[in-house]
């Protein structure tokens, strides 16, 4: 996953609003379209897909759009939204997937930040970026402004938790006269147009932060974004449906919309593509790989790694020592060789091969804790199955442990229902994908919210003053080089505490169907269909 911040329930009315009919725009309420009226009918919830994938579109059938326009696009996805479809947290990558949400800017294959909402940009001293923006409108039909920007990444600002691209920055924006948007920060950030790449820094209309019976906090991304596809339906966490967005800046989508369902069982989504009852599905499990045609299957490195968190701030993983005899006792190997069966890479630090520039830069950890015998040590380690693979790789770990002396309780749930307990610290281990560059690109970013005291999804619980300073560095290097040194140096404090052990570097398979065009999955996950994306 994108595996990212902690439940906000409250943050988007979307769940409670799915099916409501109220409103001065008719039956749909918040739904209905503001260029034209759409009929539209429940997806189904037939378990596993069977069916689930007919077009819901004017009585079209097949999955094809009404009025000849062409097919739409079946998606299967493996994460439902954890924190109803909010934009300030893990639900941002979900909406940047489906080409709902854009930020200023965006990535390219090789990391650097390239224009997005915004056309250009240039520094304008140490703490301060103008942004100048193309011409755009939102879904709802008003003009994408440097008002409506500012209003936006304010919000952001404000969210609480707030979203890991701002870990430990202090940012306002204000409108600066024609098209330009002035961004200042409190403190020199010399990758600030990265960490606007962030998905959970997309820019909504103003109507999105019109909260619902006053509710504070309330985010409402149905047709309120500027990417190719709205959502024009959201049924719980089971499935979605987008529709195409004509007045996109970037072009009329070449799919009139796309069907999404929320399919956490790996094997239900492979079979969905194999049967034909998906278009896209993503993250194949490495078992059920080999059973796709080699034409279906998309295999690509990414900056994602697989590691095990050790619960740092209470209960037995406080003492350095047990944290030690924990790392020393897990053989990377053979969780690369075995449960992932040749499509990953063994841990070697935060950062893997996918981020080539890391390798010649790698620092060996020093000032280890000496391990001591765990005696029967008592623990719970936790995963989720929406990954697949980390279930088998956690049960391998749990035998690992337990050979070292370890007694572990293995639990497993689906992700949704597992983060906020992980993050409260009610388990001792926890087995995680993280995508290391997904929230800014910046690699320095990662380190700051997931291993600082201030970090906002510190899953090893991990508070230590020398990992700070060493994050604190690497935030201050302006040079790029520079920085990514500062980087590595401070992943070597890190990796010091045995907080945090690195098992795999994940390669992630997409299934696409042979008929598909124009999927784009990408190293950092925050693509998936765009406008140029059909069948």
Request: aromatic letters at 6%; a positive charge; proline letters at 6%.
């Amino acid at each position: 996953m994108y595996f990212s911040r902690s439940s906000r329930s409250s943050r988007s009315s979307l769940s409670s609003r799915s099916t409501r009919a109220e409103g001065p725009r008719g039956a749909l309420g918040p739904f209905g379209s503001r260029r034209r009226p759409r009929v539209l009918v429940f997806l189904c919830l037939a378990p596993f897909l069977a069916g689930c994938f007919a077009s819901s579109g004017g009585g079209a059938g097949d999955g094809e759009a009404s009025g000849g326009e062409g097919a739409r696009l079946r998606v299967a996805l493996a994460f439902p939204p954890a924190e109803n479809l909010s934009p300030f947290g893990a639900d941002a990558t979900i909406l940047s997937r489906l080409g709902v949400t854009e930020g200023l800017t965006a990535l390219d294959a090789n990391g650097s930040a390239v224009p997005a909402l915004a056309a250009s940009w240039r520094r304008e001293g140490d703490r301060s970026w103008l942004f100048t923006l193309r011409e755009a409108v939102f879904q709802d039909g008003t003009d994408v402004t440097p008002a409506a920007v500012a209003a936006s990444l304010g919000r952001a600002v404000a969210a609480r938790p707030a979203p890991a691209a701002l870990t430990g920055v202090a940012l306002t924006a204000k409108a600066a006269g024609g098209a330009a948007v002035r961004v200042t920060t409190a403190a020199p950030d010399p990758v600030l147009p990265l960490r606007l790449s962030s998905p959970s820094l997309a820019v909504l209309a103003p109507k999105a932060y019109e909260a619902e019976g006053g509710k504070e906090g309330a985010v409402d991304v149905a047709g309120t974004g500027t990417g190719p596809f709205e959502i024009t339906r959201l049924t719980g966490t089971t499935a979605a449906r987008l529709d195409r967005f004509d007045d996109y800046w970037g072009g009329r989508a070449q799919s009139p919309g796309v069907d999404v369902r929320f399919v956490a069982d790996g094997s239900a989504r492979a079979n969905a593509l194999r049967t034909g009852e998906v278009d896209v599905a993503e993250a194949i499990p490495v078992a059920q790989a080999a059973g796709l045609d080699a034409a279906t299957r998309r295999e690509i490195a990414t900056t994602r790694t697989t590691s095990l968190h050790l619960n740092a701030r209470s209960g037995v993983f406080r003492n350095p020592a047990l944290r030690a005899a924990a790392r020393a006792a897990v053989d990377t190997s053979v969780l690369a060789e075995g449960v992932y069966e040749g499509h990953a890479d063994a841990g070697a630090g935060i950062y893997g091969p996918a981020v080539t520039w890391a390798q010649g830069k790698r620092v060996q950890p020093s000032g280890r804790a000496r391990a001591v015998a765990p005696g029967g040590a008592s623990i719970t380690l936790a995963t989720y199955d929406n990954r697949p693979e980390l279930p088998e790789a956690a049960q391998v770990v749990k035998q690992q442990l337990e050979k070292a002396g370890f007694r572990v309780k293995l639990e497993v749930r689906e992700y949704s229902r597992l983060e906020s307990d992980a993050l409260a610290g009610r388990f001792d281990a926890f087995v995680g994908a993280r995508n290391s560059l997904l929230d800014t690109g910046d690699p320095v970013s990662v380190l700051a919210g997931d291993f600082t005291c201030a970090g906002g999804y510190n899953l090893s619980r991990l508070c230590d003053p020398d990992v700070d300073r060493a994050v604190g560095a690497a935030q201050a290097a302006a040079d790029p080089d520079r920085r990514k040194d500062a980087a590595m140096a401070a992943e070597a404090v890190i990796l010091g505490t045995d907080a945090v052990v690195p098992l795999v570097h994940q390669r992630i398979i997409t299934g696409v169907a042979a008929n598909v065009r124009g999927v784009a999955p990408d190293p950092y996950e925050r693509t998936l269909v765009g406008a140029g994306t059909r069948r």
